[in-house]
């Protein structure tokens, strides 16, 4: 449904291109706030705003590697050189990479993938959250939702251990830059997605996704919609009061 509840809200949606970021990104456009791509695969969000356009929605792609602090710099300055402020943060970018579909054990765990997962997944937060911070500190007005996992709340067997370290750290980001920017009037959360039917649990084999799913008591796999919902809920006014908590989303799997 078309409504304007973001409507004039300028909205960064990093790894907006395609799974949960995408579902984010639509649900935004819906609700009238002006959405920026903030994506690494530069065609695949060009097509996303083309998918959107057909249905009379607008979002622009800048492609960026929000690992690298310099191009997310660049990219919030284009935003706010563009549309004069940024309203919204959803600092969704990440990554999990397996070896055949199965966690890499520690012992054989490559530094570089090591580094590179850290960099994405947590650095990538940072950054964007400083760069828009600058921003909304002025305004006295912002939200923020990160992105974790309820694998950075409790041990899970299929990502691997960098996975697990960079998911519980934006948990502490969240924590930290929700007490420090609460008083200039910008909101901070986290959003813990269990299993999300998405191209990053396509490298897992069906057998070990089907034996998961039997654990969920929901009985299914969480869809984007799903996060996306949790995630409008917190970027909203309604949410004025909640600040520095991670909201599950995980159909039961976890009771934390
Ligand atoms: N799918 C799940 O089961 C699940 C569960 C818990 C948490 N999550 C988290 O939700 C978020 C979205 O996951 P998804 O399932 O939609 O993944 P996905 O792989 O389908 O999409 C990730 C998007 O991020 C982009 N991206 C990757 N690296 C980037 C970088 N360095 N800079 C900018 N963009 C980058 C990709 O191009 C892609 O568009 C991730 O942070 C993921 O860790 C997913």
Known sequence: MLTN?????????????RGIGKSITRALAEHGAQVIIADIDAEAAEKTCQELS??????????VDTADSGQVNRMVEEVVGHYHRVDILVNNAGISPKKDGKKIPIVEMPLEQWERVIAVNLHGCFYCAQACARHMIKQR??????????????YSSIPGSHYLTSKAGVIGLTRALAGELAPYGINVNAVAPGRIETEMIHDVPPEVNQE????????????????TEAVLFL???KANFITGVTLDVNGGKQMF
């Not at 057909?54 to 792609?61: H, M, Q, Y």
């Not at 007005?141 to 709340?153: E, L, P």
């Not at 998961?212 to 996060?227: E, F, K, L």
Request: proline share 5%; charged share 20%.
């Open 5 to 17: 509840e973001f409507q004039s809200k300028v909205a960064i949606v990093t790894g907006g291109a």
């Open 54 to 63: 057909t249905r009379g929605l607008v979002a622009r792609a800048i492609p």
């Open 141 to 154: 007005y912002g939200k923020m939702v990160n992105m974790s996992s309820s694998a950075g709340k409790t």
């Open 212 to 227: 998961i799913i039997r654990q969920i008591p929901v009985g299914r796999c969480g869809t984007p919609q799903d996060v």
């Open 235 to 237: 970027l909203s006014d």
